[in-house]
């Protein structure tokens, strides 16, 4: 069964995560290839202004299939190299198709976030989260350092200190304390946490979609540049929103009083 399913409602496309009898686990052959298709076809669609991210089940992901990864043979072929490969090949693939949605990203969290299933939650832009959610970098319980990127994408969510806390301990924090450390900016009650998602998707998709993808990528830019280099993206950016016709919309109704019809032109 594939990981991960695909429908548009409107503007927003939801992805689920798809494997509930395995608690949505990851990393298992073709989800690289599958995760990668989703995200090329939301890139590709120009009606799409946003993106929503949960799984399906009592799960978010539980991560990697630790069962599998017990039997180096049969997963890896027995060899460092074919551990790496697959790594890169398939859950690396995966994690960068997420990373390089065009389109805001809200994790909707609806269950345990753990290990690759945490790195995954922290890839969306935005994340709310049901009170069953949890979540928690447990690598090192296991003996293992965390290999798909979450110490560089954690403490970018949380600070180095609480990062530095979750990856050394272990531990696992519910959606409460997720919410104080600025994990998650909401909880919301289990049946009202995809309507919350939603809204705030449509929310977002009000805005002209040039701008909102530009905008997206000024900021993953200015994160892990200096002060100059983002001013000179802002302005590269800034010069292609003006010749948009989106932005003569935006500006007449301003200048109206009234709310604008960006459709993307």
Partial sequence: MTIISLRKEGP???????????????????????????????????????AILTGAGKAFSAGGNVKAMADPEAV?????MGA???????IHRMLRALYGLDVPLIAAVNGPAIGLGCDVACLADIRLASPSARFGVTFLKLGLVPGDGGAWVLPRAIGMSRAAELFFTGDVIDA???????????VAPAEKLMEKALALAMRISAQG????????????????????????????AQVIAHQTADFREGAAALLAKRNANFTGA
Avoid at 38 to 43: K, L, Q, R, S, Y
């Fill in 76 to 80: 890896y072929n027995g060899s460092v």
């Fill in 176 to 186: 409460p304390t997720a919410e104080k450390w600025g994990l998650v900016s909401e």
């Fill in 84 to 90: 790496r490969s697959q790594y890169r090949d398939n």
């Fill in 209 to 236: 979609p040039h701008a909102l993808r530009l905008t997206k990528a000024l900021l993953r830019q200015g994160r892990d540049s200096d002060y100059s280099a983002a001013l000179e993206a802002a302005a590269n």
């Fill in 12 to 50: 927003v496309a939801i992805l689920t995560l798809d494997r509930p009898e395995m608690m949505n686990a990851l990393g298992e052959p073709g989800d690289g290839d599958a995760v990668s298709a989703a995200c090329a076809a939301i890139n590709g669609d120009p009606d799409i202004r946003c």
